[in-house]
């Protein structure tokens, strides 16, 4: 070990004092011998809405929301994760009814590219008018279509808050769609915990 690091200084040292061109060729290589290979890591990247309803009347509010997710050859797993909380629904219902689904609902589907717009099935669909448990849906082992994918969102729902807490109501849902794909980390400029998606390098 001594004898390389006497080396290296050796090889510095006349890297300097050489002149022009062939100096920092001769630099340049002893640096990139000295760099750490880049590491490949396995990175998630969450895509989704998480809505908590408010209501200023007696009436529920609608929500709507989509949003885009670029889905490349790199990308080796996806899990979507699904959870409707309404609280007293059932109670709500007997009183209420709720028979055309229309006035608490929380309607979520993942569309492939272009399978929307061709009138197509969607990838992956929910529609719930009461409470839904968390759940997890996970797509590994198979080869996602390339392009942009479209999580959307139709909900309606309410958000009560009379200052009593025994009548306080406040439908929530959140869902997210989780992507793996490799990461890129440099030693040199990278944090532990940072990296370049495989994808970007390309």
């Given at each position: 070990m ?12 006349m890297a ?5 061109c062939l100096g920092?060729?001769?630099q ?5 011998d000295m ?12 895509i ?11 009436d529920s509010t ?11 050859s ?11 909380q ?16 229309l006035?608490?609902?929380v309607?979520?589907?993942?569309w492939s ?7 197509s099935e969607?990838?992956?669909?929910i529609?719930?008018?009461?409470d839904?448990?968390l759940e ?10 390339e ?6 969102v ?8 009379p200052?009593?807490e ?6 929530h ?7 793996t ?6 030693a ?10 495989q994808?970007?390098l390309?």
């Amino acid at each position: 070990m001594r004898h390389m690091t006497l080396a290296i200084v050796l090889l510095m040292t006349m890297a300097t004092l050489s002149t022009g061109c062939l100096g920092l060729v001769l630099q340049r290589e002893i640096m990139e011998d000295m760099r750490e290979p880049p590491e490949t890591i396995l990175r998630e990247q969450a895509i989704g809405f998480d809505h908590t309803f408010t209501s200023t009347g007696l009436d529920s509010t609608d929500y709507y929301n989509e949003s885009s997710i670029q889905i490349d050859s790199s990308v080796q797993s996806m899990s979507i994760s699904f959870r409707a909380q309404m609280p007293l629904s059932e109670t709500f219902e007997s009183l209420i009814g709720n028979e055309t689904n229309l006035i608490r609902y929380v309607d979520a589907k993942l569309w492939s590219p272009g399978s929307k717009s061709a009138g197509s099935e969607p990838f992956w669909e929910i529609r719930v008018t009461q409470d839904h448990s968390l759940e997890r849906w996970d797509y590994t082992g198979m080869n996602f279509q390339e392009g942009i994918w479209i999580l959307e969102v139709d909900a309606r729902g309410y958000g009560w808050e009379p200052g009593i807490e025994q009548l306080t109501v406040k439908d929530h849902f959140d869902v997210f769609v989780t992507i793996t794909k490799p990461c890129i980390r440099f030693a040199e400029i990278h944090d532990s915990d940072d990296c370049i998606f495989q994808s970007e390098l390309n």
